[in-house]
């Protein structure tokens, strides 16, 4: 601990003598203080590509931590991919802008402010570093206007460009998981930029590049948005790099966007607390089912009448790749909102088990596609979150999605544990299970009834018989 931090106290120490018996004491205190290690130095704040922190690397799968086929910044290093690169700066400079040095010129003064988005210090020249972003990001800017042509004029897409020649497999799946790490990103300014520069032009398109790239990853997902939505995408924009892109498509940055959010309304249930649910098989002891939502948003959930009313999640590796690294994203930038994390600590709630996991699929609230354990994911999903959840659900209220009157998860959840708390729905799922599960069952509960209520009649007409 820094000495300086003693103050006063420092001169009472070298001074007090015997008489003050609570010098020994303040001695003791500040001698302890001093063995504590000296904190890491706070996130910059521009800072806005980390590496992961090691509670989100341990029992995650490789493929969601590291790049396979393709590296985007200075973080990862793929050397067998490097041609495609040159090959989408080449056919850029053959189709748009030929002046590579415009291209160059228009990152230089820009390379502090790049250099200060990575939270580790960059350790390449001025050369090589401007060389490596003029070719990412040419690639990312190659690679979304590609996938956005093929996805919307098959026709129009030239067997001449280089991305034509790539698998299919690779290019919208395995290149997309690569995409959406955290540690494999750059700027997204520097994309943009190139994309200023390069003047490219897309056929029908009338888009600034993030909202390509959200279009882009909304199809690759699955997402299905509504025309409303869609019209959104062009609304797209201050994102940091791919990673926010595609969390502005579930999260976004003005929640005007979407009025029709459940935020709580009775202040009874504006919690600045959030309550650990039971797992799925455990609410449903009293209860409490699921059934799929059609929202735009996976936070758009909903808890009525005992049913939690939740958008479906495609869980293949795509998506198993953009949560573990927004939520670390979320979790590591000043000025992000926790609404994924928060979602993820929800869904690490409910699923504890396979059963849990096949109860959600047979809801249709959830499709699992990965080759890995589901269950596990989601489980190392929601330690990743904090080694202590309390200090991550204690510094909810500090982050400005989290204001008064937005807690929606903090909402569901406690109206959630009130519902599984009544002894009474308890009771009554008991009775229906116990009765009515089965067909011949209730159908005996039937006719005992239809018994009871003939041996009450007989015995009615045998004491007043009619005159």
């Not at 600034?208 to 997902?221: D, K, P």
């Not at 202040?267 to 699921?290: C, H, Q, W, Y």
């Amino acid at each position: 601990m820094d000495p300086a931090v003693l103050g006063e106290d420092s001169h009472i120490l070298a001074v007090a003598g015997e008489e003050d018996d609570g010098v020994g004491l303040v001695h003791k205190m500040y001698e302890q203080m001093r063995e504590i290690p000296v904190l890491p130095p706070a996130v910059g704040k521009n800072h806005c590509i980390f590496k992961l922190p090691p509670s989100f690397k341990s029992g995650i799968d490789k493929s969601y931590k590291e790049p396979q086929k393709i590296s985007i910044g200075p973080y990862h290093k793929i050397d067998n991919q490097i041609n495609i690169k040159w090959q989408c700066l080449e056919y850029l400079l053959q189709k748009n802008e030929p002046n590579l040095k415009r291209y160059i010129e228009s990152l230089r003064p820009l390379e502090q402010q790049i250099r200060e988005c990575y939270s580790e210090e960059i350790d390449l020249s001025t050369d090589d570093f401007l060389q490596m972003m003029v070719l990412d990001g040419c690639f990312i800017l190659e690679w979304l206007c590609f996938t956005c042509t093929v996805g919307r004029h098959m026709e129009d897409v030239s067997d001449r460009h280089p991305l034509a020649q790539i698998d299919r497999v690779i290019l919208l799946k395995i290149y997309p998981v690569d995409l959406l790490l955290l540690e494999n990103q750059i700027p997204f300014f520097v994309p943009e930029k190139l994309f200023e520069v390069s003047k490219m032009t897309l056929k029908g398109i009338d888009l600034s590049l993030s909202s390509i790239g959200a279009e882009v990853f909304s199809a690759i997902l699955g997402i299905q948005p509504s025309e409303e939505h869609h019209s959104r995408f062009r609304e797209v924009k201050y994102c940091l790099h791919l990673v926010d892109i595609v969390r502005s498509i579930f999260v976004p940055h003005d929640v005007l966007m979407y009025p029709d959010f459940p935020y709580p309304s009775q202040p009874e249930f504006r919690r600045t607390t959030f309550d650990i649910i039971p797992r799925m098989s455990k609410l449903r002891r009293a209860g409490i089912n699921v059934s799929p939502r059609k929202k735009d948003s996976l936070l758009m959930v909903e808890f009525r009448d005992g049913v939690i009313e939740m958008p479906k999640i495609i869980l293949n590796d795509l998506m198993c790749s953009f949560l573990i690294n927004c939520v670390a994203f979320e979790q590591r930038h000043n000025n992000r909102s926790l609404d994924l994390s928060v979602y993820a600590l929800f869904l690490s709630c409910l699923v504890k088990n396979a059963e849990d996991v096949e109860y959600l699929c047979e809801h249709r609230v959830m499709d699992n596609y990965i080759e890995t354990d589901s269950t596990s994911f989601i489980e190392n999903l929601g330690k990743g979150i904090a080694t202590d959840p309390g200090s991550f659900i204690n510094n909810l209220d500090k982050h400005e999605g989290f204001l008064e009157g937005k807690l929606y998860f903090f909402s569901l959840c406690s109206r959630v544990n009130l519902y599984y708390q009544n002894r009474f729905h308890w009771q009554w799922t008991n009775f229906k299970a116990e009765y009515f599960d089965k067909p011949w069952t209730w159908i005996s509960v039937f006719a005992a009834l239809v018994l009871f209520v003939l041996s009450f009649l007989q015995t009615y007409y045998t004491m007043h018989p009619r005159r």
